[in-house]
């Protein structure tokens, strides 16, 4: 299985992404998806979580409101849009799947993972 994450990039602080990533089988239309990201020098956090069917999300307080996950099961694929960006959004975006359907927060719940897209936000 593999994941293929896309869409990162450089944007001014204020400024908005779209972040997408597709399984290369269909492993994930039957799992939840996550986010998650590591900035230069600390360690990879949760960033949002979508279940199988896209019927739940979780996010980590900071991207509340800013950040909108979703999932395309017809075409395999989990989405993170990122709006009003800041600095301190600078970071690599991984994507993974879930063991379950759910979505889940939990990081050691994520048995598959992308190889990450570089997000850079200027001030």
């Known amino acids: 299985v593999q994941l293929q994450a896309s869409g990162g990039g450089l944007v001014q602080a204020g400024g908005s992404l779209r972040l997408s990533c597709t399984a290369s089988k269909r492993t994930g239309s039957n799992n939840g998806m996550g986010w998650f990201r590591q900035a230069p020098g600390k360690g990879r956090e949760f960033v949002a979580a979508v279940s199988w069917n896209g019927g739940r999300t979780l996010y980590t307080d900071s991207v509340k409101g800013r950040f909108t996950v979703g999932k395309d099961t017809t075409r395999n694929t989990m989405y993170l849009q990122m709006s009003s960006l800041k600095p301190n959004d600078t970071a690599i975006y991984y994507c993974?799947?879930?063991?379950?359907?759910?979505?889940?927060?939990?990081?050691?719940?994520?048995?598959?993972w992308g190889q990450g897209t570089l997000v850079t936000v200027s001030s």
């Open positions: 993974a799947t879930a063991l379950g359907s759910e979505a889940t927060t939990d990081r050691s719940r994520y048995r598959y």
